[in-house]
């Protein structure tokens, strides 16, 4: 079965020939290898391109080990040039090969080539591997399918797909596996054998327990405010624990920098600047976050808020979390300042969205709640609330579009409507 991912195929399309090394990175098994060898390969050669003209070498093939030798590598790449036209060289798992670095900035010198790499191991999912390219990489990101891509491929009805999606998540293998044991037991496996191994072997991690059951209490908080001082009083307080606040810190940055989370730091919307702690975390697949802790505290209302997350980083908007410092009144009468909180502030461009991931609006005083803060910001961004079930959008009084998530997911122009 083929998944399409069009939107990703797009954008790397547009990427051709603009003189950069083409650098796909994303969360392992979340389909690089398929959208370069696959996808942007049958691109080229319905597009003209002929196969001697594609240069495909993918490092964790048997046959391929001897060109793990940037000696061999470079001269048989060299070989494979015979005239002036455009040669498209794809490199899978291009941190299997010795020097790799070097090797294409090398590439990079030939004035007829075209070259596209990507690599799943925890040093070159690292985001600074752009760095070190210096200008000279061109880094397309990634994400697990998104729900309407899940959709694409799902036999079933949207509501089935969703009960489906927030317990398996969006890696291309799990989605594609037919029962929950297989899912269960791939997603598990992942979990251990792939991303926790990999950034233990790279970080050199002496403390494994300690590592992993940070994970866990990152995954029993979704949408939780927190930073390495709590998290440390976390261990104390409940593990009995003592590792210190760099500690957790170091370990944060370990995960984010290898894809499995990301993170979300706060913005003072009347005072227009960020506030580095506390700060708010997200898995980048919710089949991995529900993995780590063994498919327990399966609290949807938690899950939708990570999806949605993960939808608006993918859409290429940057994401923060808002807060709105309000005045009130206590219960003795006397005046308060409080701040409100604001899902997500939306970046892209001039544009901008706030959005509040609300699972039920019942009644009045839930939707008053929910929109507390949304009316206390004094610009004209628009303003939306994602629930989950509603039968159509709807605007309220006050100008906040109300949408359920279906149509927030399915439709890519949703934040428009």
């Not at 993960?310 to 807060?323: M, Q």
Request: charged share 30%; hydrophobic share 35%; proline share 3%.
């Amino acid at each position: 079965m083929e998944i399409k991912r069009d939107y990703y195929l797009n954008k790397l399309i547009t990427k051709k020939h603009n003189g950069l090394i083409k650098v796909i990175t994303g969360i392992r098994r979340c389909g690089k290898s398929y959208l370069l060898f696959t996808l942007f390969k049958n691109h080229l050669t319905e597009s003209g391109v002929a196969d001697d003209h594609i240069v495909e070498i993918p490092f964790d093939s048997f046959e391929n080990k001897k060109y793990r030798d940037p000696e061999i590598l470079y001269p048989y790449v060299k070989e494979q040039i015979a005239d002036d036209g455009m040669y498209y060289i794809l490199l899978d798992e291009v941190q299997l090969l010795g020097e790799f670095e070097s090797v294409l900035n090398g590439f990079m010198r030939m004035k007829n080539v075209d070259v596209y790499v990507t690599g799943s191991n925890a040093r070159f999912l690292s985001k600074d591997i752009i760095t070190e390219f210096r200008g000279r990489g061109d880094e397309l990101h990634i994400q697990p399918l998104s729900f309407a891509e899940f959709m694409s491929v799902y036999d079933g009805n949207k509501y089935d797909g969703w009960n489906e999606y927030v317990l398996y998540g969006g890696l291309p293998p799990v989605v594609l596996l037919r029962t929950a044991e297989q899912k269960i037991e791939l997603l598990k496996s992942l979990f251990q054998e792939t991303y926790i191994n990999d950034i233990i072997s790279r970080h050199s991690v002496k403390h494994r327990d300690e590592f992993e059951e940070l994970i866990n209490i990152l995954a029993s908080a979704i949408g939780s405010l927190t930073n390495p001082k709590k998290l440390t009083d976390t261990f104390k307080s409940k593990k009995n624990k003592v590792i210190s606040s760099n500690t957790i810190k170091s370990y944060l940055d370990y995960l984010c920098d290898a894809y499995v989370v990301s993170r979300a730091t706060r913005y003072d919307i009347k005072g227009k600047k960020y506030i580095d702690t506390p700060q708010k975390y997200y898995f980048s697949d919710v089949g991995i976050r529900n993995a780590c802790i063994n498919f327990r505290q399966l609290e949807e209302n938690h899950t939708m808020e990570n999806i949605i997350y993960n939808e608006l980083i993918a859409r290429n908007f940057n994401v923060d979390v808002g807060i709105i410092t309000a005045t009130g009144k206590d219960n003795d009468g006397k005046s308060v300042r409080k701040q409100l909180e604001v899902d997500f502030v939306c970046n892209k461009g001039s544009k901008r969205y706030y959005i509040q991931s609300a699972f039920s609006i019942p009644d009045r005083e839930k939707m008053e709640q929910e929109s507390n803060s949304l009316l206390r910001i004094d610009d004209s961004f628009k303003k939306i609330i994602v629930v989950k079930d509603l039968p159509a959008p709807t605007y309220t009084e006050d100008g906040i579009l109300v949408i359920s998530v279906y149509d927030f997911l399915l439709n890519s122009n949703s934040l428009d409507m």
